[in-house]
């Protein structure tokens, strides 16, 4: 192993739950050790954050816990100084506020900047709602692509939703998206209208919470089948 590596703390990915359940219910015992044993953490939101390392370590100091913020108003210049404390020798956690840390999470940026300077990247085994949705809709598990959110405007999202289609037909790839959940219903609608019949779509909502939805049907029953996606966090595949 490199030594310079071995000298320096290193940065841990903590993966969280998905929603409000019980963190041993989904997340593994080592989780919670790695929680009681890091005392500087990077996180989207300090409250949640505190909230989360509460439940799942009660006894752990709160005044100790050393936390900087990395969401979408952080400057990048400050980011690398979010892990001084690897140089003297702490171990520095990214806390995700669901999910995988770097999976659809700005902790990618951290990570990047992490192995620039040689610091050693550990991540932790734990849920994320990307994978969770692949493996149980059926689809191509070994070609697949994740895009991330669709355009807002309805034209450019008309055509990023025939483009998933096509290329899904073309390279036999499922195609993956998310939607902020509140709009969630209108991508269904705008799926329904512009894919065709004959496409698969997998739905897949709140996954690993007790309102758990995952199905994946042709778009001729889709279209016969009424869903309420509202404020529900949703994974959309589409495969032709």
Request: aromatic residues 6%; contains cysteine; glycine residues 4%.
């Amino acid at each position: 192993m490199d030594k310079t590596i071995e000298q320096h703390g290193e940065l841990f990915l903590i993966p969280t739950t998905l929603g409000d359940n019980e963190p041993l219910e989904v997340l593994p015992i080592s989780i919670k050790r790695a929680i009681e044993d890091i005392d500087y953490y990077i996180v989207e939101n300090e409250k949640s954050a505190r909230r989360f390392i509460k439940k799942i370590s009660p006894r752990k100091s709160q005044p100790n816990l050393h936390i900087e913020i990395l969401n979408k108003y952080t400057e990048p210049q400050s980011i690398p100084a979010f892990l001084q404390p690897c140089f003297e020798g702490h171990k520095v956690a990214i806390l995700s506020e669901a999910g995988c840390p770097g999976i659809a999470d700005p902790g990618a940026d951290v990570v990047r900047i992490a192995h620039e300077k040689n610091i050693r990247v550990v991540p932790l085994v734990g849920p994320s709602s990307i994978f969770l949705a692949l493996m149980a809709s059926g689809m191509n598990g070994q070609n697949f692509a994740f895009l991330g959110y669709l355009p807002i405007d309805t034209t450019d999202r008309k055509k990023a939703i025939k483009r998933m289609e096509k290329t899904s037909v073309d390279l036999k790839q499922s195609q993956i998206c998310i939607e902020t959940p509140y709009r969630n219903d209108k991508l269904l609608a705008e799926m329904l209208k512009s894919l065709a019949n004959t496409t698969k779509l997998c739905v897949a909502c709140d996954i690993t919470l007790s309102t758990e939805y995952i199905a994946t049907k042709s778009i001729a029953d889709w279209k016969k089948t009424p869903l309420d996606l509202h404020k529900r966090p949703t994974i959309f595949i589409v495969q032709g």
